[in-house]
């Protein structure tokens, strides 16, 4: 891919990302890893390293801001979330980047995590 399209392809991918994070709260992880990985080519911790920066500026903020206006979201839950995220990013990222962790098995690892989440998320457990 040369350097416009590439560009291109980054901005539509952030674009796409984007819309599905307001309407499902997903984007780097489920969204932007796997299209920079499977149609651009990139290392699978370089994707995500990629992500993780994209989703490091306030990106969510417009959206946060409609569901908040809305009633639909809960502050407390949020900040909870986020101090959890701030110590298991860490975490996950200190292990990622072990030489001894070869990409394939982030790729393999990362794979079956999506295949999971999606089979559970279709098929919920009976109440």
Known sequence: ???TNHTQGLLLLGLCAGMLGGMFGI???AVMVPAMVLLMGFEQ?????T????LLLPVG???????AREGTMGWKEAGFIASGLVVGNLIGALF???????PQA???AYGILLVATGIRYMFPAKA
């Open 106 to 108: 982030m790729r393999v």
């Open 27 to 29: 984007g780097g992880g």
């Open 45 to 49: 911790r370089f994707a995500v390293g």
């Open 61 to 67: 903020i417009l959206g946060v801001l409609v569901y």
């Open 96 to 102: 990622a980047n072990q030489t001894w962790v070869p």
């Open 51 to 54: 992500s993780l920066a994209a």
């Open 1 to 3: 891919m040369n350097g």
